[in-house]
């Protein structure tokens, strides 16, 4: 007969005592943990408000490290696409202060869903989506995805920053050069205006021409300053309009410019000539804008090029207006059809 040898409570209630133990023990450590992890949290908090409210995000700590950090991420680069955006429609970026207020004001929205990524711009809060039911699936699997995800992320971010970096200045000059070129056609509107008047020998008048580089009405063709002046129109020509003028337009043009300011009816067409510069200028660097609006990873080297490009019909239009004004096309009508054509000067239609 086997015996067996029974460690333990000899009776019932030793039994229902012991059962009792083992629960409120449990519970303790149940209680013990919960308090540990508050304790901990409440520490990690303390150590994360300073952190969150130098970024003007107050109470952001409760999302913790990891939550906190993307937030701060997400800032930045909603910023910097505010300051681009800023300069892009002329105006002047926000003070920092008043973006974080406004973005801290945002952060319960925030914390629950990230912000869509901006067109063209690449949505990394939609790639870790995509990969969340790998948490439950296969815990490591989807560390690592995130891991990778995160790296993919801070390498974009640091490539938009430089890519912010380098195209800020070109749109800060781009808006500086729109603006000179509308003030410069106001000047020039109120020269024509001047002459049109007979106040050209007055010092205003004089102020502004020097302004451009142009002497005074009745400067002979063949003097020193109408040769500068000639040469400075000549080199606006080949920067404003390439592409738009023949080798035999501009030669034709250089030789005209020194005698534009012998009359008043010259001087009046030198100023129509300045103000298509201004406006093809002013196109150019309108496109440029554009360009970066709709692009922001394009490359800067091109972006010159591409507005000369896209601008090249505007110009020609330009340029054959000047060309009419300035006496180098000349109207023909043919009397059978009725039709109107402009000719080179010296030329007459073809039978």
């Not at 993307?70 to 429609?89: G, H, N, T």
């Not at 319960?108 to 989506?129: H, L, T, V, Y």
């Not at 040769?227 to 030669?251: H, W």
């Amino acid at each position: 007969m086997a015996i067996y040898d029974f460690q333990g409570p000899s009776n019932l209630s030793a039994l229902l005592g012991q059962g009792v133990g083992q629960g409120l023990g449990a519970g303790l450590e149940d209680i013990l943990k919960n308090k540990m992890g508050q304790y901990q949290q409440q520490q990690q908090s303390q150590r994360l408000a300073p952190i969150a409210k130098q970024y003007g995000l107050g109470g952001a700590e409760v999302l913790g490290e990891q939550g906190l950090m993307q937030l701060i991420k997400q800032q930045q680069q909603q910023q910097q696409r505010s300051q681009l955006a800023a300069l892009l429609s002329g105006g002047q970026s926000q003070q920092s202060g008043q973006a974080q207020d406004q973005f801290g004001q945002q952060l319960p929205q925030q914390a629950q869903q990230s912000p869509a990524a901006a067109p063209g711009e690449k949505d990394f809060n939609a790639e870790r989506q995509k990969i969340a039911a790998l948490a439950a699936y296969d815990p490591n699997l989807y560390q690592r995805e995130k891991a990778r995800i995160d790296r993919a992320e801070q390498a974009y971010l640091k490539r938009g920053q430089e890519q912010t970096k380098t195209l800020m200045p070109i749109v800060s000059e781009a808006n500086q050069n729109i603006r000179a070129s509308e003030n410069k056609i106001k000047d020039l509107g109120l020269l024509k205006h001047m002459i049109e008047q007979g106040k050209w020998q007055t010092n205003k008048f004089q102020d502004i021409a020097e302004k451009f580089g142009l002497g005074t009405i009745g400067l002979s063709p063949d003097s020193e300053l109408a040769r500068q002046v000639g040469a400075g129109l000549a080199l606006q020509d080949v920067k404003l309009m390439k592409g738009s003028l023949s080798d035999r337009e501009g030669a034709w043009l250089r030789s005209m410019y020194p005698s534009l300011m012998q009359t008043a009816e010259g001087a009046k067409k030198l100023a129509n000539k300045l103000i298509s510069d201004q406006k093809a200028e002013k196109l150019i660097e309108e496109e440029k804008l554009k360009l970066i609006k709709k692009n922001r990873n394009i490359d800067p080297l091109s972006i010159e090029t591409e507005a000369f490009a896209n601008t090249q019909k505007q110009r020609d239009t330009i340029a054959r207006d000047m060309l009419k004004d300035l006496g180098y096309l000349v109207q023909w009508k043919d009397d059978e059809t009725g039709k109107t054509i402009y000719l080179p000067i010296g030329e007459t239609p073809k039978d």
